[in-house]
Each structure stands twice: as structure tokens, then as C-alpha cells.
């Protein structure tokens, strides 16, 4: 069993900036592949965000590439999300993810899920 616990939502300004947490506890967090996704009411849940077990390879929706990345430190069994230039249409619950294989674009491929963190940006 991996435990997910995000933090660092909150309510925030278009055009301003956030970083996400995740802090994972269990088996070993190098082993997984991690991953951000979203959803906003009445919505899917969507992909955000993915990054290797390394570290060394990431991927993002086209729809955040370029505003956030993702990033992880093994030593601490974290993963982040760092969001910029924040838009009204990024409002969601933030939900991180483990995969102990290739991280992929569907929900339905990942093992594990932290229980979401809100993002609210205002216009």
C-alpha cells in the first residue's frame, strides 16, 4: 500500500501562482511513477501531469504545458506540481496518483490516490 497526502491548494488570482504537494508514505516511492490529475464539478477526472520514477522524463496535458511543471524528490517521498500563470479554467480538485508501471494519460492505469486538494482561481 502507498498512502498519497496532498496539500498547497487554495484560492488564488488569475495569473498568479501555486505549488502542490505530495507526500507519499508505504512502499518505496522510487518505485512509482507519479502523477497529477484534475477535476472540476460536472467534469472528469483529467490528466494533468506525470513524471518517471527517476525523475528523468516528464509529460503534461496540453492544456497546462508551458504554466506548470512537475517535479520529485525521492529523499523526501514528495511530488510537486508547480503551477503559474493560473487561469479561472484550472479551478479543480487536484488529485496526485502512483503507478508502478509507465505512467500513463487514463486514470483507470494508476494504483494509488491521494485524497485531492482545491484550487479556486478567481477572474
Known amino acids: 500500500q502507498v498512502q498519497l497526502v496532498e496539500s498547497g491548494g487554495g484560492l488564488v488570482q488569475a495569473g498568479g501562482s501555486l505549488r502542490l504537494s505530495c507526500a507519499a508514505s508505504?512502499?518505496?516511492?522510487?518505485?512509482?511513477?507519479m502523477a497529477w490529475f484534475r477535476q472540476a464539478p460536472g467534469k472528469e477526472r483529467e490528466f494533468v501531469a506525470a513524471?518517471?520514477?527517476?525523475?528523468?522524463?516528464?509529460y503534461y496535458a496540453d492544456s497546462v504545458k508551458g504554466r506548470f511543471t512537475i517535479s520529485r524528490d525521492n529523499a523526501k517521498n514528495t511530488v510537486y506540481l508547480q503551477m503559474n500563470s493560473l487561469k479561472p479554467e484550472d479551478t479543480a480538485v487536484y488529485y496526485c496518483?502512483?503507478?508502478?508501471?509507465?505512467?500513463?494519460?487514463?486514470?483507470?492505469?494508476?494504483?494509488?490516490w491521494g485524497q485531492g486538494t482545491q484550487v479556486t482561481v478567481s477572474s
Open positions: 513524471i518517471s520514477w527517476n525523475g528523468r522524463s516528464t
Open positions: 508505504g512502499r518505496t516511492f522510487s518505485n512509482y511513477a
Open positions: 496518483a502512483a503507478d508502478s508501471g509507465i505512467p500513463g494519460l487514463s486514470p483507470s492505469g494508476y494504483d494509488y
